[in-house]
């Protein structure tokens, strides 16, 4: 390999930074042989060049076709859960408040409706959630069987006061 690299100085070639001095590309002048009647073979720079990197590309393994394994859902008894109490208390907020749920239905498949989570223009889903509480009490009815609500009106009270 080769490296060449240039630079524009007005110091003298002698006063910058060399790397490596590479020897002159001429040939040495040759020395006085006497006079002979057959020619001696001179030895002469020739550049040969260097043949170029061929990869070699080795086999690769190939996958093995294999039958895709088909899942099979199966029912597992298990015992039917108690159904959650009218309104309850789920865990408190940072400050302590209560956080509050409404059950409306007397499934086991349950539908989380949650209004506020945090202020601002999602107020009015808190107000819309407690319309809903209030017209499934009243109308139970209307909700299928199996099917439950559980509404929370307001999911982070402290962001809301």
Known sequence: MLFLAACTSTEPPDVLPTLAILPSPTPAP???LPPTSTPS???TATITPTPSHTPTLRPTA?????ATPTLRLSLTPSITP???PDVFVFGQSVVGRDLLAYRVGWGSNLIFVIGGIHTGFEANTVDLVEAMIDHYRRNAGEIQNGLSFVF???LNPDGYT
Do not use: D, G
């Open 82 to 84: 108690t159904l959650l």
């Open 41 to 43: 073979p001179v030895p």
């Open 62 to 66: 190939t996958a093995t076709a294999t």
């Open 152 to 154: 929370i009106p307001l």
């Open 30 to 32: 040759a020395s006085p």
